[in-house]
C-alpha cells in the first residue's frame, strides 16, 4: 500500500470520527469536495498546505497523519486495516488508549482460531 492511500485512509477515518461530511471538511480545509474524495481514495496526495490544514481541522499533528503504515506487513488489505487501527488510537484519551492496549495484549495472546 502506499503513503497516499494510507494518509487517505486516515483521513477519511478521522473525518469520519469527527461527524464530518466530505463537503463540511473541504470547507474546513479550503479545499473542493471532489479534492478531498481524491485524498481519501489515495489518487492524490495533499499538498503540505493541505496537510497542515487538515491536521488544524483534525486537531492532530502532522507526523501522526503521514507516519508510513502500509510496510508493516504484506500491505494490502492488512496495510488498510492498521491505518484505520492507527487512525482510532490516535483520537484516544489517555484512559481509552490504555484500556485499548491491555486488550490487544489479551488478543495477541489468544490461541488463533
Excluded at 481524491?38 to 503521514?66: F, K, S, Y
Aim: hydrophobic letters at 45%.
Amino acid at each position: 500500500m502506499t503513503l497516499a492511500k494510507d494518509i487517505g485512509i486516515r483521513i477519511r477515518k478521522l473525518r469520519l470520527l469527527k461527524g464530518l461530511k466530505q463537503r463540511e471538511f473541504a470547507e474546513l480545509i479550503g479545499r473542493t469536495e471532489d479534492a478531498v474524495s481524491q485524498m481519501e481514495r489515495g489518487v492524490n496526495v495533499p499538498t503540505l498546505e493541505t496537510l497542515v490544514a487538515i491536521c488544524q481541522a483534525l486537531t492532530l499533528r502532522l507526523d501522526e497523519l503521514v507516519m508510513p503504515i502500509g510496510n508493516l506487513g504484506d500491505g494490502g488489505q492488512r496495510g488498510s486495516r492498521l491505518a484505520e487501527a492507527h487512525a482510532s488510537l490516535i483520537r484516544m484519551n489517555d484512559t481509552q488508549l490504555d484500556l485499548a492496549s491491555k486488550m490487544l495484549e489479551v488478543i495477541v495472546q489468544h490461541p488463533r482460531v
